[in-house]
């Protein structure tokens, strides 16, 4: 019930293209999904996140849809740039601090250019 | 822009051996937390720290594993009696003030090896 399944573990996209990384939970009591980008040798760092009393969040190219009664939460990137390219985790949590980050197995993203 | 730091960012021990990981997390943040990332799998969380006293641990965190606020700026992570499996990315992060979202900022990590 800890778990965050995430898919696919590894996407290419084209350059101009959007990525799209899907997660799904099983923990009713999660109500914080923030997502993590991580370069390689570097620590993640924290991308956008939402709390499931909206369903879309967006922050310039990269937005969140979120489906509670499906427990899903994907990520989008528009206009992907070979800059994007990393790995990308999902979380998530019970949402107050002091709390464990249960974080998907990650999705590494390749943009070509 | 305030970030946690960590150190050492390599760290090369014998199996056996006690270490200490270090980090200084952003200084108005109230919580503390450790994570390892074994190669090339995902994050997992191994304690969380607050008011001086654990608030949460995973299984990942027995005995070997202790932590530590020794001043008013040092988070300290030590491993007692290294295993070869604890070879991995340890990271620190931080979050912020009582009852807010638990927004966490990770440090960039110190890799262990267990030789």
């Known amino acids: 019930q800890q778990q965050v399944k995430q898919s696919p573990q590894s996407l290419i996209v084209q350059k101009g293209g959007i990525s799209i990384i899907n997660c799904a939970y099983e923990n009713t009591a999660f109500d914080y999904f923030p997502w993590y980008q991580q370069f390689p040798g570097k620590g993640p760092a924290l991308l956008i996140a939402?709390?499931?009393?909206?369903s879309e969040k967006k922050e310039g190219r990269f937005t969140i849809s979120f489906n509670k009664s499906a427990k899903q939460f994907s990520l989008h990137i528009m206009d992907s740039q070979p800059g994007d390219s990393a790995t990308y985790f999902c979380a998530a949590s019970m949402g107050s601090n002091g709390t464990a980050l249960i974080f998907g197995k990650g999705t590494t993203l390749s943009v070509s250019s | 822009e305030p970030e946690v730091t960590q150190t050492p960012s390599h760290q090369v021990t014998q199996m056996g051996q006690e270490v200490i990981l270090r980090c200084v997390p952003i200084?108005?943040?109230?919580?503390f937390y450790w994570y390892r990332q074994i190669l090339g799998q995902k994050v997992e969380f191994l304690v969380s720290?607050?008011?001086?006293?654990?608030?949460?641990k995973s299984e990942i965190f027995d005995d070997q594993f202790s932590v530590e606020r020794p001043d008013g700026s040092n988070f300290t992570l030590k491993i007692r009696s290294t295993k070869l499996e604890d070879s991995a990315m340890y990271f620190c992060?931080?979050?912020?003030?009582?009852?807010?979202?638990?927004?966490?900022?990770f440090g960039p990590g110190t890799r262990l090896t267990v030789l």
């Open positions: 720290f607050y008011n001086n006293e654990i608030s949460e």
């Open positions: 939402i709390r499931p009393d909206v």
């Open positions: 200084s108005n943040h109230l919580y």
């Open positions: 992060a931080s979050s912020g003030s009582s009852g807010g979202t638990n927004t966490q900022y």
